[in-house]
């Protein structure tokens, strides 16, 4: 028995990287998922591993930065899954320039992702877990939304909205027994930072005490954590998941 039978965990960008990881972690702990991303073959990957756990898995195409499709999404997922117990707010991308050089593209394709989108997916959840008197909900920030990042003025600026979202979140439900949290990741080896050069791995490295790079499962540890019963009495945190990056 797993401490998350019988729990439904919807996470966002689940198709890869750190969502499947997370996926995947809380399916080993009992939880079957839907699992959701661009595309549902996107989703194939996770889904098979979920399964080969023993757990359930649903798959959804959604684009999280247009309300039509998350709502769409979501009624979809509670009629197959019947509920929802565990909302990830994973889905998210970079598009890197200077300030300078960054056009009004770039700002809002990084702020409609990964900030609007995590307030569309709660937003279509919350009734829901007003209405159940629990819930746990876990948004991917990023440590550079605590300390920023030259050429990541957009991305930063959604993170530190995605920390400032989830205080606010959380103070809203508490009185429902809905927690509200979030990870910050710090330098996590994935598809996202696989392009970095060399030279800036050594750079970064030379700045996290732990001397390696995370994985998506040093994150998928912490969700697990902060989704579980375990964190009943902890909400509107920032878990820095960081090799103590920031301290
Ligand atoms: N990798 C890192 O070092 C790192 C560090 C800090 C924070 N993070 C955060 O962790 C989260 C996951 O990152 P990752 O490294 O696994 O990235 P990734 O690029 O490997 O995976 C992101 C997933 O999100 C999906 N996605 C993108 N746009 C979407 C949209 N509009 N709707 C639905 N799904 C969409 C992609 O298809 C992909 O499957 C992101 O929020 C990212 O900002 C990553």
């Given at each position: 028995m797993g401490n998350l039978n019988n729990k439904i965990a919807l996470i966002t960008g689940?198709?890869?990287?750190i969502g499947q990881a997370i996926a995947l972690k809380l399916a080993a702990d009992g939880a079957d998922t839907a699992i959701v991303d661009l595309k549902p073959e996107f989703c194939a990957e996770t889904c098979e591993k979920v399964r080969a756990l023993g757990r359930r898995a649903w798959a959804y195409g959604a684009d999280v930065s247009k309300a039509a499709s998350v709502e769409e999404t979501v009624a979809k997922v509670l009629a197959d899954c019947?509920?929802?117990d565990i909302l990830v707010n994973n889905a998210g991308i970079t598009k890197d320039t200077l300030l300078m050089r960054m056009s009004e593209a770039d700002w809002d394709a990084v702020l409609d992702i990964n900030l609007k989108g995590t307030f569309l997916f709660t937003k279509a959840l919350a009734r829901e877990f007003v209405k159940q008197r629990s819930g746990r909900i876990v948004n991917i920030a990023s440590v550079i939304g605590l300390v920023g990042n030259a050429g990541q003025c957009n991305y930063g600026a959604s993170k530190a909205g995605v920390i400032g979202f989830t205080k606010s979140v959380a103070r809203e439900l508490a009185s429902r027994s809905v927690t509200c949290n979030a990870v910050a990741p710090g330098f996590i080896e994935t598809k996202m930072t696989a392009g970095l050069s060399e030279e800036l791995r050594q750079k970064m490295m030379a700045n996290i005490p732990l001397r390696r790079l995370g994985s998506p499962e040093d994150v998928a540890n912490a969700v697990h954590f902060l989704a579980?019963?375990?964190?009943?009495?902890?909400?509107?945190q920032v878990l820095t998941v960081d090799g103590g990056m920031v301290m």
């Open positions: 689940a198709g890869r990287g019947g509920k929802v579980s019963d375990q964190a009943a009495y902890i909400t509107g």
